[in-house]
């Protein structure tokens, strides 16, 4: 089992300005889209050093919302839905107590979100990652 956090920067471009939402000057969570997830991990026999896994978890999303629009600014953390991670990677053991792993990444994030005057908003995000980095194993 594990909790994770992940933290992205989601911005629209210019062509959703143009074409989707002419009237707005600003749409982006670029304080961050924080996704946290409680994960189930399966880990794998080791083979010459190599203990692949996989993990998929379930959590929330908790975007902070930065729209402008005519009728009103929203600028604040709103929790916005259900959020999805599944993981695929593996560690490389050293020794009995040190490793290093790399791994992929998966995040979907509902978001129902409430903007100024009552208005609201509806988007799924999908991110990805490569992490990688050094475990120390107690």
Do not use: C
């Amino acid at each position: 089992m594990s909790i994770d956090f992940t933290h992205a920067k989601v911005y629209a471009d210019p062509e959703t300005f143009a074409n989707d939402i002419p009237d707005w000057s600003r749409f982006e969570f670029s304080d961050g889209i924080n996704i946290l997830t409680v994960n189930a991990m399966r880990r794998f026999q080791r083979w010459n050093g190599f203990e692949p896994y996989l993990g998929a978890g379930v959590g929330l999303s908790i975007p902070h919302v930065e729209v402008t629009r005519p009728e009103g600014t929203t600028f604040n953390y709103q929790v916005g839905g259900a959020a999805f991670q599944a993981q695929i990677g593996a560690n490389y053991y050293f020794t009995d107590w040190l490793s290093v792993f790399g791994e992929y990444q998966f995040n979907y994030a509902m978001n129902d979100l409430t903007l100024s005057e009552g208005a609201t908003l509806k988007t799924n995000i999908i991110t990805n990652a490569v992490v990688g980095g050094v475990s120390v194993h107690f």
